[in-house]
Every structure is written in structure tokens, then in C-alpha cells.
Nanobody
């Protein structure tokens, strides 16, 4: 079992940066693939980024590629999302997600499914 708690959301002007963090609890965190998703008002949930259990491979959605960076620290049980050059279209609630260790993240599976979800943190980018 993994429990997730996001933090770091807020209001920021376009062009600026923000760093989200996800704190995880549970014995299997260091063996779990992790991801960030987001959901804007009136829109479906969107994949943002994913990272394998050891941080060796990362994946990004097309809309954030080159601007966002996902990273993890297994010693601290955290996974972060560094968001640069933010745009108003990045406004959304951002969710941290984890997958059971038995289902590794790969090229064909990084967008889902995920087994555990946080409550989300809101990011608002003003123009």
C-alpha cells in the first residue's frame, strides 16, 4: 500500500516556475513507478510525466516536454515535478500517482493504469 500527498501548488505568473512535490509512505515506494497527471476545469485528466522505480527512465506528455522535469529521491520517498516556463494552459489540479511494483512502467504502459492517487494540488498560472 502506498499513500501519496502532493504539495507546492499555488498561483504563479506565466513564464515563471513552480516545483511540486509528492511525499509517499509505504514500504513499496522505492520499487514503484510514479507519475504526475493533471486535470483542468471541464477537461479530462491528462498524463504529465512518469518515472521508473529507479529514476532511470522518464516519460513526458507532449504539452510539457522540454518545460517540465520529473525526478525522485527514494531515500526521502519523494517524487518532484519541476515546472518551468509555465503557461495559462498549465492551470489544473496536479495529481501524483503510483503503480504497484509488479507492473513496471515502460514505453507501452507509462500513461496508465496507476493504483494509488494523491488528493491533488492546485496550480493556477495567470497571464
Amino acid at each position: 500500500q502506498v499513500q501519496l500527498a502532493e504539495s507546492g501548488g499555488g498561483v504563479v505568473e506565466a513564464g515563471h516556475s513552480l516545483r511540486l512535490s509528492c511525499a509517499a509512505s509505504g514500504r513499496t515506494f522505492s520499487n514503484s513507478g510514479m507519475a504526475w497527471f493533471r486535470q483542468a476545469p471541464g477537461k479530462e485528466r491528462e498524463f504529465v510525466a512518469a518515472i521508473t522505480w529507479n529514476g532511470g527512465t522518464t516519460y513526458y506528455g507532449n504539452s510539457v516536454k522540454g518545460r517540465f522535469t520529473i525526478s525522485r529521491d527514494n531515500a526521502k520517498n519523494t517524487v518532484d515535478l519541476q515546472m518551468n516556463s509555465l503557461k495559462p494552459d498549465d492551470t489544473a489540479v496536479y495529481y501524483c500517482a503510483a503503480r504497484k511494483p509488479s507492473f513496471a512502467i515502460s514505453e507501452s504502459s507509462y500513461t496508465g493504469p496507476y493504483d494509488y492517487w494523491g488528493q491533488g494540488t492546485r496550480v493556477t498560472v495567470s497571464s
